[in-house]
């Protein structure tokens, strides 16, 4: 039996896996930096890629931190949060690309009939404006972002609600995620895990993060489904 044959549904994550958002991430935080009067110069985009996946307030703290800010000071940390959504909204979608076979793979998915959910750390607003730039939001029966839940992903809330509402026992739901958050999120939701090999996973290999299979394309998933 191929891996694809018992599953019902699919939920995919956003950055990293459908979306290379490095460099929209890149634009917003040398404007917040700037707007604190701080030089961006050592913020990198390795840096970034070992950063994001935790959501924005683990970013943008961690990149205080980075430039010798105080990271734990509140009234820093809000100030900067505010700089920072506000220049993401403006720039989202701008210097991103899908990733090769993430729209083949998403069309390919609904054309087997599967109900699609994105869930992402990223603000929800946030998620649903760059689905819609890059023409994937059709295709997904649910977006939810790391404000839809009390948790973000590691935590298996957000998986565990998104199979509820897809009306999918987690056993039968696909998990598609590019980090060791969404292997540990899916795993403890009791879903099945596919981790891409091109993400960002926080700076680590992905193949030392458990897995029932790594893919280099998300096109790829149609093909572990047993022939009809």
């Known amino acids: 039996m191929a891996l694809l044959d018992p599953i019902r549904a699919v939920i995919l994550d956003l950055d990293g896996t459908l979306v290379d958002t490095l460099g929209d991430f890149e634009l917003a935080l040398r404007a917040m930096l700037n707007d604190l009067g701080v030089d961006p110069a050592t913020l990198t985009r390795a840096f970034i890629g070992q950063t ?11 990149t205080l931190g980075h430039v010798g800010l105080a990271a734990h000071d509140a009234k820093l ?3 900067a949060m505010g700089h920072y959504q506000r220049h993401y909204g403006l720039v989202n ?9 993430a729209a083949e793979g998403v069309q390919a998915l609904r054309t087997l009939g599967m ?7 990223k603000p929800g607003r946030h998620a649903q404006a760059l689905l819609q730039a890059k023409g994937l ?6 977006v939810f972002g790391g404000d839809a839940f009390e948790r973000k992903k590691p935590d298996p ?8 509402a897809l009306g999918q026992a987690p056993a039968q739901t696909l998990v598609v995620g590019d980090s060791l958050n969404d292997a540990q999120a899916g795993h403890a939701a009791g879903c099945p895990v596919v981790l891409v090999s091109y993400g960002y ?7 030392e993060v458990p897995a029932a299979a790594y893919v280099d ?12």
């Not at 939001?137 to 649910?142: G, N, S, V, Y």
């Open 52 to 62: 994001v996946g935790k959501g924005s307030e683990y970013l943008v703290r961690q």
């Open 77 to 79: 940390f809000d100030q």
């Open 93 to 101: 979608g701008q210097a991103s690309a899908l990733f090769a076979g």
């Open 115 to 121: 109900p699609l959910a994105c869930v992402t750390n």
């Open 137 to 142: 939001l059709w295709a997904f029966d649910r």
């Open 157 to 164: 809330l957000p998986l565990t609600e998104t199979c509820r």
């Open 201 to 207: 996973n926080h700076g680590r290999p992905i193949r």
């Open 217 to 228: 394309r998300i096109d790829e998933l149609v093909h572990m489904r047993s022939p009809r």
